[in-house]
């Protein structure tokens, strides 16, 4: 099964989160209803970014995340 892929404009979208936000999942609270998807959860790797494959949404943690996550 693919997944769907988001338009070229939506790609460019970023949020910057906190270790609060974790378990990271998109879309988040605070998004507009429109916007919504299924939520996803996105592990966040070396980089400590992650990229929805929905919406084409880039998450990068900023600051440290909490213990266990």
Known sequence: MS???AP???KKKSVDVTG????LHCPLPSQALWNKHPRVFLPL???REARCP???TLY?????ATPGH
Do not use: F
């Open 54 to 56: 929905y919406c084409g």
């Open 3 to 5: 997944q769907p892929s």
């Open 20 to 23: 609060a936000d974790l378990p």
């Open 60 to 64: 990068r943690l900023t600051g440290e």
């Open 45 to 47: 790797g070396q980089q």
């Open 8 to 10: 070229e404009s939506e």
